[in-house]
């Protein structure tokens, strides 16, 4: 049927906002029996990824002694996008390693190797895990400058926190193709079929097969994401609702962000539409806001093809904030 066709093509959309999808809940938000979601609180301890400067790399369940790390010239917590896990960032945090910079990720709710993965957790449990793991990283790190990474669905968790109210406490922002596709820029029609769906039907599952959109130029990438265990591949209707509730807090929260932000766009994402990164960018209201934009990038820009060049950019942002405004002003223009 048409309608299920169309809501398939949302659920891609979203399913893959990163790599692949306000106040009180809403669709998608109470996913759990009172039980489930009290033990779900009470046993999240979630799987950590944690690469040092020099090479060390470590898992959460291995032998990992954080309490003396090496010194490192900065630390990223990396927050991945919808459906994927923190193994997202093994490139990044590789060529970080090689540069003195230290990257932590962790499985966020509902996700990778956490229990009840495939079930939306709700957006206040996401960002208090996130100003909860800032809080331990800065317990270890003390005054070494902390920066929150956030891919798709992982940018719309950072911004969120960061404009909730309660301090976070981190020298900056770095959004890469942020999910932001809020507000008006979702068509009408998406949104009262996911409503109904989501109320209905929270359970129905949707996946990907047949759809013809492209997140990335990296087709080996895509190959080994699709034959993960740990990447969600049927989507819930009741998350994709969870989903863009968060998207439209994110887009909605813009003006509120005040951090220094880097935002990462690739002119060629077919996920999130141009108009709404757009408007994302006219409603910030900070003035050290660096944008750079790429024109062969995707939605993936960390696991593209010239995912290098997002690398350095990352690096050189981080390393020397004097250097900010000449970065900027390479926005969209001779990218590779």
Not at 284 to 290: G, M, P, S
Request: glycine share 10%.
């Amino acid at each position: 049927m048409r309608w299920q066709r169309r809501l398939a093509v949302l659920s891609l959309c979203i399913s893959i906002l990163a790599a692949c999808s306000p106040g009180s809940p809403g669709p998608g938000e109470g996913l759990l029996d009172e039980g489930a979601a009290e033990r779900m609180e009470a046993q999240y301890d979630p799987p950590w990824r944690h690469w040092q400067p020099g090479g060390r790399v470590a898992k959460h369940d291995q032998d990992t002694d954080m309490s003396a790390p090496p010194a490192a010239a900065g630390v990223v917590l990396a927050l991945h996008g919808f459906n994927d896990y923190s193994n997202a960032f093994q490139d990044f945090a590789a060529y970080c390693s090689e540069r003195g910079i230290a990257v932590h990720a962790y499985d966020q709710r509902g996700f990778g190797a956490n229990q009840h993965r495939g079930y939306w957790p709700g957006m206040d449990r996401l960002t208090a895990d996130l100003h909860n793991a800032v809080a331990r990283l800065r317990r270890i790190y003390g005054d070494t400058p902390i920066y929150v990474l956030g891919e798709s669905m992982g940018g719309a968790v950072a911004i969120v926190a960061a404009t909730d109210g309660r301090p976070l406490d981190v020298e900056g922002v770095i959004l890469s193709a942020p999910a932001v596709w809020g507000g008006e820029h979702m068509n009408l029609f998406y949104r009262l079929t996911l409503w109904f769906a989501s109320t209905f039907a929270p359970g129905w599952a949707l996946t990907s097969s047949g759809l013809d959109i492209q997140p990335s130029d990296n087709i080996e990438m895509l190959r080994a994401f699709s034959a993960d265990p740990l990447v969600i591949k049927a989507t819930r209707t009741s998350s994709i609702a969870g989903l863009v509730a968060l998207m439209d807090r994110a887009l909605a929260s813009a003006p509120k962000l005040d951090k220094d932000l880097l935002l990462l766009v690739g002119e060629k994402d077919e996920i999130v539409p141009a108009g709404a990164f757009e408007d994302f960018r006219d409603r910030l209201q900070t003035e050290n806001a660096t944008e750079i934009s790429y024109p062969d990038g995707y939605h993936m820009l960390l696991r593209d093809l010239q995912r290098s060049a997002v690398f350095e950019d990352i690096v050189a942002w981080i390393g020397d904030p004097s250097d900010r405004g000449e970065l900027a002003l390479l926005k969209g223009e001779n990218r590779p």
